[in-house]
T-cell receptor
Framework: EPEVTQTPSHQVTQMGQEVILRCVPI?????FYWYRQILGQKVEFLVS????????KSEIFDDQFSVERPDGSNFTLKIRSTKLEDSAMYFC?????????????FGSGTRLTVV | QKEVEQDPGPLSVPEGAIVSLNCTYS??????FMWYRQYSRKGPELLMY????GNKEDGRFTAQVDKSSKYISLFIRDSQPSDSATYLC????????????FGSGTRLLVRP
């Protein structure tokens, strides 16, 4: 079964450093997402991306965050200057537009720890 | 008022029990109602979804949506220890981005 692949599975970074989280969505999917889950809290939407541009972003997704699809297969989330409160699980998801919600698949996540 | 509310549990039941998990919501614009299962430190896995009101059954799982009460349920019959996980409800307004609004999740433990 097709999977959304995320790397690394765990990243530790120092406060103020830049991090890039990587995702390889399912190959024929057209909509891409990032979600975040702080330990013990609910999964929260960050951003959706379609046709090489952001289609919607949450208030969490401020100027410190950016997304990119650099090469047609990868989908990245960059945090420019990490803060302690950015520590969370970050999930990438993708969806094939024709399938509606059935194709809505999540990766296993990247656990980001900011120290 | 939170958009989606879900009792965090934990809910502990003996193997073979019928489990009922529920969410309430406040936004009448929600059109898709989903249930995800999440194991520790893993991504959410879609179990079932319902479009608008009604029931849907898939094996031991039944999802119900009551839009008049803004209440959704997931029933698990003949629960197994392998069903032990956190169950997340999630909803979509059906707009162009299809962003998911999640409940906080209910931890379920099925005791052998």
């Amino acid at each position: 079964e097709p999977e959304v692949t995320q790397t690394p599975s765990h990243q530790v970074t120092q406060m103020g450093q830049e991090v890039i989280l990587r995702c390889v969505p399912i190959s024929n999917h057209l909509y891409f997402y990032w979600y975040r889950q702080i330990l013990g809290q609910k999964v929260e939407f960050l951003v959706s991306f379609y046709n090489n541009e952001i289609s919607e972003k949450s208030e969490i997704f401020d100027d410190q965050f950016s997304v990119e699809r650099p090469d047609g297969s990868n989908f990245t989330l960059k945090i420019r200057s990490t803060k302690l409160e950015d520590s969370a699980m970050y999930f990438c998801a993708s969806r094939r537009i024709e399938q509606g919600v059935e194709g809505y698949t999540f990766g296993s996540g990247t656990r980001l720890t900011v120290v | 008022q939170k958009e989606v509310e879900q009792d965090p549990g934990p809910l502990s039941v003996p193997e073979g029990a019928i489990v009922s998990l529920n969410c309430t919501y406040s936004n009448s614009a929600f059109q898709y109602f989903m249930w995800y299962r999440q194991y520790s430190r893993k991504g959410p896995e879609l179990l079932m979804y319902t479009y608008s009101s009604g029931n849907k059954e898939d094996g031991r799982f039944t999802a119900q949506v009551d839009k008049s009460s803004k209440y959704i349920s997931l029933f698990i019959r003949d629960s197994q220890p392998s069903d032990s996980a956190t169950y997340l409800c999630a909803m979509i307004r059906g707009d162009s981005s299809y962003k998911l609004i999640f409940g906080s999740g209910t931890r379920l433990l099925v005791r052998p």
